[in-house]
Each structure stands twice: as structure tokens, then as C-alpha cells.
């Protein structure tokens, strides 16, 4: 257990729905990640914040935001949802912003149809 | 960040010791090597890592080449539990202005035999 959790575990929904995925970092660390992970583009890093600033963007697609709320919980929405978004979605936790070592939650798997 | 090479897959069996190799031979004299399982479908699990000495923990031993270009991850006797994706990624650590993105390749299936 890292100490990391994400919350819903699994979720099923039809293209062009919202969806929010929420994750709740160890005790103590104030940056958060969101990764991504389909099976044809593997682990692909979103976005990062960092004590409720973003930090760092990576190939977040414009439907997809993120934010991170005074008790350090962050939220990831997705709208607009199509097939192509079927993937697992981690989160990660560090205590510093630079991230050397990010505890991984369990995930949440979203299936489009 | 500089580029990984692993092989796709190993064996291994129960109880002997699973060496991974990572080829990074662009890697910058700021960067740091990480090592990452992922066992089915779990997050990511951090292992270790390593600037330019060797390092061990209670999970593995990193070997880290005098040139840096290549290292290996060492379990020093393999469970079946370790059966997982292993990724190897060289990227700035405490230096720079790096934030805290970690960049996965395909990684090393590594499956453990009884």
C-alpha cells in the first residue's frame, strides 16, 4: 500500500460524458501527478501539481483539467469522453516538486463504450 | 530527459537473481537512473535509484557502469511475486529545473519461473 488513493476504482461511461477521478496523496506530500496509461501509448505523464500550483504539463488533451484543492486532494476531469480515453489512470505523490521518488495509487480503470 | 534501452522480456527462475540491463548512453552527468516495477495493472512501485555509485536497498541492488551509459538492476533472488514490467529511467534529479514528470518506455516483462 503507498499510502496513495484513488477513487472510483472503476468506471464505465458513454462518449461525450464528464467524468472526475479524485486521488488523495500520502500524508505529507504536497505535489501530485496524473498519468495515463492505454494499452497502444503505454504510461504517459498529464500533468503535475504542486501545493495547489501547477507545476508541469504533459500531453494533456484540452478536455481533460486537473486541480489541486487546499487539502492537497487533486481531481482529474475528463469531458467530452470518447473511445479513445479507455485507459488506467494513476496517480502519484512526492513530498518535493522535482518528484525523485512518486508513489504510485492503485488507479482508476474508465471505460468508454 | 535521456533515452532507455532495455531488452522486451527475461526469464528468470524462483530464488536465483534477475539482472535487468538499461542501456542510457546519452545520459548527462546531472541525470539519475530509476528503476520502476509495475506488476499487472498495479501503480508503478519504485525500486531504486542511483547518480553514479552503486546502491541497494531492501528491494534491489543498482550497478551503475564507471562511463554511466548502461546499468543494471539486480533482485538477488527472484519470487515468483516478482513477476512484473520493469522500468529504467534516467532523468534529472535534484539539479535543474526539471519538474517532477517521469517518462516510461516499454520496459522489461520480467517473468519469474518456479
Known amino acids: 500500500d503507498s499510502g496513495v488513493t484513488q477513487t472510483p476504482k472503476h468506471l464505465i461511461t458513454a462518449t461525450g460524458q464528464r467524468v472526475t477521478l479524485r486521488c488523495s496523496p500520502r500524508s505529507g506530500d504536497l505535489s501530485v501527478y496524473w498519468y495515463q496509461q492505454s494499452l497502444d501509448q503505454g504510461l504517459q505523464f498529464l500533468i503535475q501539481y504542486y501545493n495547489g500550483e501547477e507545476r508541469a504539463k504533459g500531453n494533456i488533451l484540452e478536455r481533460f483539467s486537473a486541480q489541486q484543492f487546499p487539502d492537497l486532494h487533486s481531481e482529474l476531469n475528463l469531458s467530452s469522453l470518447e473511445l479513445g480515453d479507455s485507459a488506467l489512470y494513476f496517480c502519484?505523490?512526492?513530498?518535493?516538486?522535482?518528484?525523485?521518488?512518486?508513489?504510485f495509487g492503485p488507479g482508476t480503470r474508465l471505460l468508454v463504450l | 530527459d535521456a533515452k532507455t534501452t532495455q531488452p522486451t522480456s527475461m526469464d528468470c527462475a524462483e530464488g536465483r537473481a534477475a539482472n535487468l540491463p538499461c542501456n542510457h548512453s546519452t545520459i548527462s552527468g546531472n541525470e539519475y537512473v530509476y528503476w520502476y516495477r509495475q506488476i499487472h495493472s498495479q501503480g508503478p512501485q519504485y525500486i531504486i535509484h542511483?547518480?553514479?555509485n552503486n546502491e541497494t536497498n531492501e528491494m534491489a541492488s543498482l550497478i551503475i557502469t564507471e562511463d554511466r551509459k548502461s546499468s543494471t538492476l539486480i533482485l538477488p533472488h527472484a519470487t515468483l511475486r516478482d513477476t512484473a514490467v520493469y522500468y529504467c529511467i534516467v532523468r534529472v534529479g535534484t539539479g535543474g529545473t526539471s519538474y517532477g514528470k517521469l517518462t516510461f518506455g516499454q520496459g522489461t516483462i520480467l517473468t519469474v519461473h518456479p
Open positions: 542511483g547518480l553514479k
Open positions: 502519484a505523490s512526492s513530498v518535493a516538486p522535482r518528484g525523485e521518488t512518486q508513489y
